[in-house]
């Protein structure tokens, strides 16, 4: 599906379909009379749009036209910075802000007039635009893709994650479609779907993993996420485990967010971890990585409204850490963990297998070892924990004594709260007999 059969169609701004033309995100492109704002390239913009939408199944709400971005030319301008517009955004409409603005770019299009050469190195020409639009990705760390047009002439840049200031040219066409989150939602076997009927009003498709499940899928065999890494990536042990977290934690945020969207806009919702035959690799990976951004971003204004902004080591990632490993690696990583639930797998399970699949890495290259089950469940019920305690372990490792006496506490608890419930009804039930004997 390349971008081709450049006619200039739309050179008189009336014969712009209507869909485009009233859509309230590219007025940008006309001024008050109805004429364009700029008559030689605007028309190859909207042409570009036009392939996007009905070629490539990209939403006109995951546009945004004109967009203002500060950059610099280069060093031989001394250092000056300058403002440019980028002509055309795609944004991955999985993602919103706090206020519901898409803000995590995919595509950057640059569109440039049809008489000017490729490869011209004329004021304004092609490279004058390639450098702008290499400049508007390296500003824009999420955008995978890069298109520069004239519409006589197209090249696809896709960025190089190792090099993200370098433009890899990949023909006049995208790889696949853009893969919209609403079709998502209809393709994807792990949806969150809306539903009254259950408790929390929601049905996720997803299954709570059991010690021997959770371990087959990190484990170290051969279609083990621990083996794909290994072998995909070529990480040693230590290095493994440190990704397994990065996608865990990535993956238990995408379940909490995609639940919190799908109640918020009060649509079935696809999660980021899920494949199906339509997934673009190049996006997934993308989004995987910035899930895991979001994660870590959740994760420090949580814990900033307890402690403040001295975080320091209470955080599990710091800014510099990423997850970013080949497409087809992150692909093979998804589809392990895509039917099982993290957030509905008990803390005993995730904390007992973590301690089973690592005690031999830690023991055998960190010297560390692991308390047994039995002796924390012996120290817990020597403890006896209430909730009014504060408990502290100075050696915690992967903190499963603190889950056994959070899951300890919860425990009783609830079983106060069973039995309170039980005699506030037999006290009401007593009151009751007593009115209808003196009535």
């Known amino acids: ?72 030319e280069g060093t031989y301008q001394g250092g000056r910075r300058y403002q440019g517009r980028a002509d055309v955004v795609v944004y991955d409409d999985r993602y919103a802000n706090a206020v519901g603005n898409l803000d995590v770019a995919f595509i950057m299009l640059e569109a440039m007039e049809p008489n000017k050469k490729l490869d ?142 799908a109640k918020q806009t009060g649509e079935s919702r696809a999660y980021v971890f899920s494949i199906n035959p339509e997934t673009d690799p190049e996006r997934l990976l993308v989004q995987v990585r910035d899930t895991f951004e979001k994660a870590k971003q959740w994760e420090r204004d949580t814990l900033a409204k307890k402690f403040g902004d001295d975080l320091g080591v209470r955080l599990a990632f710091n800014e510099a850490d990423v997850l970013q490993f080949k497409p087809h690696t992150t692909m093979q990583i998804v589809e392990r963990l895509q039917s099982w639930s993290l957030r509905k797998s008990s803390a005993d399970v995730k904390g007992g297998v973590f301690e089973d699949f690592l005690s031999k890495t830690f023991r055998d290259d960190l010297g560390q070892y692991f308390t047994p089950t039995p002796v924390i469940n012996l120290m817990v019920g020597i403890l006896q ?33 069973i039995a309170g419930n039980i005699t506030n009804h037999s006290t009401q039930a007593n009151i009751h007999l007593r009115v209808c004997e003196k009535q």
């Open 385 to 417: 924990p209430t909730v009014n305690d504060y408990v502290g372990d100075p050696a915690c490792g992967s903190a499963r004594m603190l889950t056994h006496i959070l899951d300890y506490v919860r425990k009783q608890e609830y079983a106060k709260a």
């Open 1 to 72: 599906m390349p971008f081709s059969n450049f006619t200039n169609p739309y050179k008189n701004p009336v014969d712009i379909p209507e869909i485009y033309r009233q859509h309230m995100n590219f007025q940008k492109l006309f001024k008050s009379d109805g004429s364009y704002v700029r008559p030689a390239e605007d028309p190859v913009t909207i042409w570009a749009i036009q392939i996007l939408v009905e070629e490539y199944s990209v939403p006109l709400e995951a546009m945004e036209l004109e967009l203002y971005a500060d950059f610099a």
């Open 120 to 261: 011209g190195k004329d004021p304004e020409g092609w490279v004058d635009h390639l450098n702008r639009l290499n400049a508007y990705m390296s500003a824009s760390p999420s955008a995978r893709y890069a298109i520069l047009t004239s519409g006589k002439h197209t090249i696809v840049y896709r960025r190089d994650l190792d090099y993200p200031r370098k433009l890899e040219p990949i023909g006049d066409a995208l790889p696949s479609k853009y893969e919209s989150s609403r079709e998502a939602a209809k393709h994807s076997r792990y949806t969150v779907v809306l539903n009254p009927n259950e408790p929390d009003g929601i049905q996720t498709g997803l299954i709570p993993l059991s010690r021997d499940r959770f371990r087959e899928v990190l484990g170290d065999t051969r279609s083990g996420c621990h083996s794909i890494l290994r072998d995909n990536e070529g990480l040693q042990p230590q290095e493994a485990v440190d990704a397994m977290v990065k996608f865990l934690f990535a993956k238990w945020y995408d379940e909490q967010a995609t639940v919190d969207l």
